[in-house]
Nanobody
Framework: QVQLVESGGGLVQAGGSLRLSCAAS???????MGWYRQTPGKQRELVAT???????DYADSVKGRFTISRDNAKNTIYLQMNSLEPEDTAVYYC???????????WGQGTQVTVSS
């Protein structure tokens, strides 16, 4: 099981920016890493994912505002969040999938709060 450590959450005003980081404990190949988010009473939803070849996917609600990137040598991903909106307030979870057929591992989550 891959251990994931997230950092970078916090409180920001609407229109501001934050950068989340997630470092995996394992070295070597990891097929895909990404970010999901969850608010109370709602299901966890996709924010963005990125594969080992840097192919990325985004939720429609964050396209053009968020950018996911990856450092394969460090097995670390980043989520640059710009033009933040109060609707982006959530706990953000890092996830990884070691191989295409593997299950998903999850981090503990980091709180992002955007004030209006």
């Amino acid at each position: 099981q891959v251990q994931l450590v997230e950092s970078g959450g916090g409180l920001v005003q609407a229109g501001g920016s934050l950068r989340l980081s997630c470092a995996a404990s394992e070295s070597g190949f990891i097929y895909r890493m990404g970010w999901y988010r969850q608010t109370p009473g709602k299901q966890r939803e996709l924010v963005a994912t990125i594969t080992s070849t840097s192919s990325s996917d985004y939720a429609d609600s964050v396209k053009g505002r968020f950018t996911i990137s990856r450092d394969n040598a460090k097995n670390t991903i980043y989520l640059q969040m710009n033009s933040l909106e109060p609707e982006d307030t959530a706990v953000y979870y890092c996830t990884s999938r070691r191989f295409t057929y593997s299950g998903d591992d999850w981090g503990q989550g980091t709180q992002v709060t955007v004030s209006s």
